[in-house]
């Protein structure tokens, strides 16, 4: 992953862009204010949490699916397994993704996991349980997103590699075809 946004392009959806980001910084931001000027953990726990549930929503049904064109969701069969399932935009509409909405996507969604890892690490250094429970649950909601849409990216990545391997044989099976008919 590139460090830097791509060059001399706009954000093609700047208000998906600001509520990706708005929910992390928000639940973050409010997380690490708490401790400041709020003593009631139960509020601290309760806000945070719910902050940080939104930024879930967000990311997994709006801005994932507008941003970069995945989609994942989990589902439980009739055996008690958990069923991955994957959707992605077609190889056209793939290639047409702003480059720098993917960007914002990727490093907020990476950098938001590093953040919480960071912050429960100072908890417990701290030997504060009760807010390394609230950091545990806001970093289990980021790798959740992590998780699913790296699986829904590499996912995506092999359907396009079949649809041009298809492409390619279908290309060389009609020419041999038009070969042999000439003949």
Not at 124 to 133: G, T
Not at 147 to 157: L, N, P, V, Y
Request: glycine share 4%.
């Amino acid at each position: 992953m590139d460090l830097n946004p791509p060059p001399g392009e706009n954000y093609a959806h700047p208000k998906i862009c600001f509520f990706h980001v708005l929910f992390k910084a928000a639940s973050l931001a409010f997380y690490i204010l708490s401790a400041i000027f709020i003593d009631s953990f139960v509020i601290i726990f309760v806000v945070t949490v719910f902050l940080a549930a939104l930024d879930f929503w967000v990311v997994k049904n709006v801005s994932g699916r507008i941003l970069v064109g995945l989609r994942w969701w989990n589902e439980i069969n009739d055996l008690g397994e958990s069923d991955w399932r994957f959707e992605c935009l077609d190889q056209e509409s793939m290639a047409r993704m702003n480059k720098k909405d993917s960007w914002l996507f990727w490093w907020t969604l990476y950098l938001t996991a590093v953040v919480w890892i960071l912050l429960g690490i100072f908890s417990l250094v701290r030997f504060q349980a009760d807010f390394l429970l609230v950091v545990g649950i806001c970093l289990t909601l980021s790798l959740a997103n992590i998780i699913g849409f790296t699986k829904c990216r590499k996912d995506a990545k092999k359907q396009i590699q079949a649809f041009a391997s298809q492409t390619i044989a279908s290309r060389v099976s009609s020419t041999i075809q038009s070969a042999f008919t000439l003949v």
